[in-house]
């Protein structure tokens, strides 16, 4: 079965730099969800998405930003990186049930930034 | 806020041992709990969960009951192996949408043959 699919699968920047990670949910999930996992850290929950729209704001910094596409994938765009942005970035997909109630995150492999 | 607590790791177990790693939480709400499975250079994986109080989670011989009296998760299997050996968090969610999650420190798992 398709799983949750991110890119790229390592990244290494310098400070200040930008980068941008990009997750490809399940087909048909439209819910997105990004976390932070710092070295030796539990993983941080950082923004989700919803049928395009931001559905709720965890410990993003303000030099972060995210968008979910059309497709319903999703990019993380950071800004002006600095030594502790180095860390595992988690996206995890869900399809949102009729009516409301929970369904199952799925969780990527995750994307390894390394900020030198 | 919300916050999930799990007992300090690491654990070394022998194979065959009997595991329990310990998982209490604080929430405001009636939250949804979870145990997941991260594995040595590989995503989050969902172990098992529990929706309501008194539910047992169980997969893969882990067992884990919500106990809403000692606002309690935790985590057990009677047998465990080699490849069992990884990081266990322990996680809530407090909306009934599986919206944020709030994981623990997690555990870090390791069993010898």
């Known amino acids: 079965a398709a799983g949750v699919i991110q890119s790229p699968r390592h990244l290494i920047k310098e400070k200040r730099e930008t980068a941008t990670l990009k997750c490809y949910p399940i087909?048909?999930?439209?819910?997105v969800y990004w976390y932070q996992q710092g070295p030796g850290q539990d993983p941080q929950f950082l923004i989700s998405f919803y049928e395009k729209m931001q559905s709720d704001k965890g410990s993003i910094p303000d030099r972060f930003s995210a968008q979910q596409f059309s497709d319903y994938h999703s990019e993380l765009n950071m800004s002006s990186l600095e030594l502790g942005d180095s860390a595992l970035y988690f996206c995890?997909?869900?399809?949102?049930?009729?009516?409301?109630?929970?369904?199952?995150?799925?969780f990527g492999p995750g994307t390894r930034l390394t900020v030198l | 806020g919300n916050s999930v607590t799990q007992m300090e790791g690491p654990v070394t177990l022998s194979e065959e041992a009997f595991l329990t790693i310990n998982c209490t939480y604080t929430a405001t709400g009636y939250p949804s709990l979870f145990w997941y499975v991260q594995y040595p250079g590989e995503g989050l994986q969902l172990l098992l969960k529990?929706?309501?109080?008194?539910d047992k989670g169980s997969n893969k011989g882990f067992e884990a009951t919500y106990r809403k009296e000692t606002t309690s998760f935790h985590l057990e299997k009677g047998s465990v192996q080699v490849s069992d050996s990884a990081v266990y968090f322990c996680?809530?969610?407090?909306?009934?949408?599986?919206?944020?999650?709030?994981f623990g420190p997690g555990t870090r798992l390791s069993v010898l043959p």
């Open positions: 529990a929706t309501k109080a008194d």
């Open positions: 087909p048909r999930h439209d819910t």
């Open positions: 995890a997909s869900s399809l949102a049930l009729a009516g409301g109630g929970y369904n199952e995150q799925f």
């Open positions: 996680a809530l969610s407090d909306d009934n949408y599986g919206q944020n999650f709030v």
